[in-house]
Nanobody, 123 residues
C-alpha cells in the first residue's frame, strides 16, 4: 500500500493550495480518507475526513469554511483544497486511510499513511 501526498509549497497569507493524495495497493473506495497535519513542535492533528463514497465530510473547527476535502474514486485520489490560508496552517500535511468506523479524528485508527507534504504560509 502506498499513499503519496503532493501539492504543498510556499504561499502567502490569504492564498490557496490544493493538496492531492494518490493511493495504490488498497481498495480505495472502501476506505475513509483523512488529512492530518503537524506543525513544528506540535502534535499531529486531524484536519478532516471523507467517507468512502464522498458524501460525508467532517472538519476540524480551525479549518471549517476554508478547507474542503473531496475524492475521486475512479482515480484513487483524495484532495484537500485550502483557501484563505493563515500562518497557523503552516505544517506538514499527511493523508491517511482506514476502514475503521471509529473516531475519525484519532490518528490511531488509520492503517496507512502518506509521507507528508510541507505547506508554508508566509505572513
Amino acid at each position: 500500500v502506498q499513499l503519496q501526498a503532493f501539492g504543498g509549497g510556499l504561499v502567502e497569507v490569504g492564498g490557496s493550495l490544493r493538496l492531492s493524495c494518490a493511493a495504490s495497493g488498497l481498495s480505495f473506495s472502501v476506505h475513509v480518507m483523512a488529512w492530518f497535519r503537524q506543525g513544528r513542535g506540535k502534535e499531529r492533528e486531524a484536519v478532516g475526513a471523507i467517507s468512502p463514497s464522498g458524501r460525508a465530510t467532517s472538519y476540524a473547527d480551525s479549518v471549517k469554511g476554508r478547507f474542503t476535502i473531496s475524492r475521486d474514486n475512479s482515480k484513487n485520489t483524495v484532495y484537500l483544497q485550502m483557501n484563505s490560508l493563515k500562518a497557523e496552517d503552516t505544517a506538514v500535511y499527511y493523508c491517511a486511510a482506514t476502514t475503521s468506523s471509529g473516531v475519525l479524528t484519532s490518528a490511531r485508527i488509520y492503517d496507512y499513511w502518506g509521507q507528508g507534504t510541507q505547506v508554508t504560509v508566509s505572513s
